[in-house]
């Protein structure tokens, strides 16, 4: 039923900005909170951020500052714009809706290395 299409990621410089994508299908846009999700290699999956249903946001300490998540209801896409990257933030990078929780998608891969 839901499917979950995650693109933009790239291999980057420290510093460098990265914006992923991620197209939904299905019931999990509009009433539900949607978040990314990364698994760096050898690492548990762990949550980034996420925005719900009227806009509010939550961010990781980690990424506050930098990372900037935001929603296009009307296009069922979610955003993550990725700011003053860093070599930790190097992850395969996910989206999903928490609280109703879909089949996960292949994710997209982020790179920051020099």
């Known amino acids: 039923q839901v499917q979950l299409v995650e693109s933009g990621g790239y291999l980057v410089q420290p510093g460098g900005s990265l914006r992923l994508s991620c197209a939904a299908s299905?019931?999990?846009?509009?009433?539900?909170?949607m978040a990314w999700y990364r698994q760096a290699p050898g690492k548990q999956r762990e949550l980034v951020a996420t925005i719900g249903s009227s806009g509010n946001t939550y961010y990781i300490d980690s990424v506050k500052g930098r990372f900037t998540i935001s929603r296009d209801n009307a296009k069922n896409t979610l955003y993550l714009q990725m700011n003053s990257l860093k070599v930790e933030d190097t992850a395969v990078y996910y989206c999903n809706a928490p609280y109703h929780m879909g089949l996960w998608g292949q994710g997209t891969q982020v790179i920051v290395s020099s």
């Open positions: 299905g019931s999990i846009f509009s009433h539900n909170t």
